[in-house]
């Protein structure tokens, strides 16, 4: 040990010993000074100066410290004076219950919500009496559970919703509505979607279960991002296409050989948007104005879709014309003596009569015009989908540029896509014979719905990728040999 160091050390403790009895001997002595002076001032000035110091003392506080907020409180009750349910305290209500901290209040209730069935789950609410905090942007809003007897016996349920004056306008322009759009939001995820089918000139829906969503989607993951980033410009747009003075609708045309996930695409926008779907079966509408009825019968926040539009038009209309000739030929003025001529575009015989019948009857432009006019403007949020086998087949006025807003390419399986199978089926990200799949998909046409096919053979990930590089050689053979 070093002594020198360890005498410095016994002498700088001393002295800290020292200046340390010494503060305590002065603290005493101000201490009892104080006491002292305030025994004195008590014994002698009156009670009434002491009181007049003390009331002037606390007014300079006032004007001179911090003033407490003043406060805003908007109350809310369950029933309105109607005596029916007030949505605004549902939606409190509802969105309260998403943000009740359980560790945060000693007793809350728990009650089931939403019915029976699978809408049915719990929901926590405060007790009357109770109060929590919400913050939004930054701005505490208090929030507390009321109860109190109404004029009769019944007792009124209510929320007050305090806040800084202040934040007045924050609260009434941003943040209550803020929470209802984040309830309403809730309520489209929890609701079942529904696919409907015409029927004459009527809807009958059924519930959507279809399980595609955009990550289960295989396709090429550049086009797929650009789909949901149009999907979710979309939604956003209300005020813009308000403000430029178009309908809020969007159209997406999905072309590309059979299998290769145009339905999937559909539902997964569906599943994404929670737009239940309108699946429109043109050769079930006989006239514009049954399609109108029928247009018209769609409500907002819906994707209306016409599979094989290539298919609809032409070939109903040769379809129609054929099966109707003679009974209803009469009717318009022709017959089977009427003067046939073989249509060159068309590739087919026609009549007068199928011309006056085209007229009276289902066309495309119809159908375009109803879509971009009237139906349009008496309905928001909507979606059009038109799929097709053969974009080349369509007819120009679909084609044309603003018609619809999106064309999406669903392809052959690339390698990106078979890896989204891959996962979908075996979770896995990888596997040994991944190169060779990799290899072969380069060089032969696959639909994903011919490899979905083969992954779902065997539930042994080796036996069906086995399967899939056996059934993709067996494609490039054909290939070479030009079968
Ligand atoms: N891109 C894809 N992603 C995931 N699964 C797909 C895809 N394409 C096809 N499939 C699978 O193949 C089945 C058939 O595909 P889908 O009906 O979506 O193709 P399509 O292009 O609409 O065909 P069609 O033109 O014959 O109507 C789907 O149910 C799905 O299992």
């Known amino acids: 040990m070093d002594l020198s160091s360890a005498a410095g050390a016994s002498t700088s403790y001393a002295k800290a010993v020292d200046t340390y009895r010494k503060a305590v001997a002065t603290a005493a002595t101000v ?65 309260l219950a998403t943000k009740i901290d359980p560790r ?67 609260a009434l322009g941003r943040y209550v509505p803020f929470i209802t759009e984040e309830v309403e939001q809730a309520r489209r995820r929890d609701c079942e979607l ?16 279809h399980p595609a969503t955009f990550d289960t989607l295989a396709m ?66 006989h006239s514009n104005s049954a399609l109108q009825r029928l247009l018209i019968g769609m409500p907002n926040r819906s994707i209306l879709v016409v599979e094989d539009i290539d298919c609809c038009f032409s070939a109903r209309s040769r379809e129609d014309g054929k099966e109707r000739k003679t009974p209803t030929a009469a009717l318009y003025g ?4 009427g003067d046939e001529y073989y249509d060159e575009d068309e590739g087919d015989w026609r009549d007068d009569f199928s011309e006056k019948l ?31 086998n053969y974009k080349d087949r369509l007819d120009a006025a679909l084609l044309r540029p603003g018609r619809m807003d999106m064309h999406v390419y669903m392809g052959y399986c690339g390698w990106d896509a078979f890896k989204t199978l891959a996962h979908n089926y075996f979770l896995i990200g990888d596997h040994l014979l991944f190169p060779e799949i990799q290899e072969l998909i380069s060089e032969v046409e696959v639909t994903p719905a011919e490899v979905s096919e083969m992954l779902l053979r065997s539930e042994d990930v080796d036996a069906a990728l086995g399967g899939l590089v056996e059934f993709l050689v067996g494609k490039k053979q054909a290939v070479c040999e030009g079968k």
């Open 31 to 95: 201490t009892a000074y104080a006491m002292l002076a305030r025994g004195v001032a008590r014994e002698l000035v009156p009670h009434d100066l002491r009181a007049a110091v003390s009331w002037t003392a606390t007014l300079v506080r006032r004007r001179l410290g911090p003033r407490p907020a003043e406060r805003r409180t908007v109350i809310i009750r369950r029933i309105d004076e109607d005596g029916r349910h007030d949505s605004c305290f549902a939606d409190a209500h509802a969105y």
């Open 104 to 170: 945060t209040l000693s007793r809350f209730r728990l009650s089931g919500v939403g019915g029976g069935g699978r809408g049915r789950r719990n929901a926590l609410s405060m007790v009357p009496g109770d109060s929590m905090t919400d913050v939004f942007e930054g701005v505490e809003f208090r929030w507390t559970s009321v109860i109190s007897e109404g004029g009769g016996k019944i007792s009124e349920s209510s929320l007050e919703l305090s806040f800084d004056a202040e934040h007045t306008d924050m």
């Open 194 to 209: 529904k696919i409907y089918m015409n029927e004459g000139s009527s809807w009958r829906g059924i519930v959507h279960h």
């Open 220 to 285: 090429d993951p550049e086009l797929k991002q650009s789909v949901v980033a149009d999907l979710d410009r979309f939604l956003k747009r209300k005020e813009y296409y308000r403000r430029i003075g178009k309908a809020w609708k969007r159209g997406y045309l999905l072309y590309g050989p059979p299998g290769t996930g145009k339905s999937s695409l559909v539902a997964a926008m569906a599943n994404y948007l929670r737009f239940n779907l309108y699946d429109l079966d043109l050769s079930e509408v």
């Open 334 to 337: 022709g017959g089977d003596d």
């Open 358 to 388: 085209e007229q009276q009857s289902l066309t495309l432009s119809g159908l375009l015009n109803f879509i971009d006019g009237l139906w349009s403007t008496s309905g928001e949020e909507r979606v059009i989908v038109f799929t097709t």
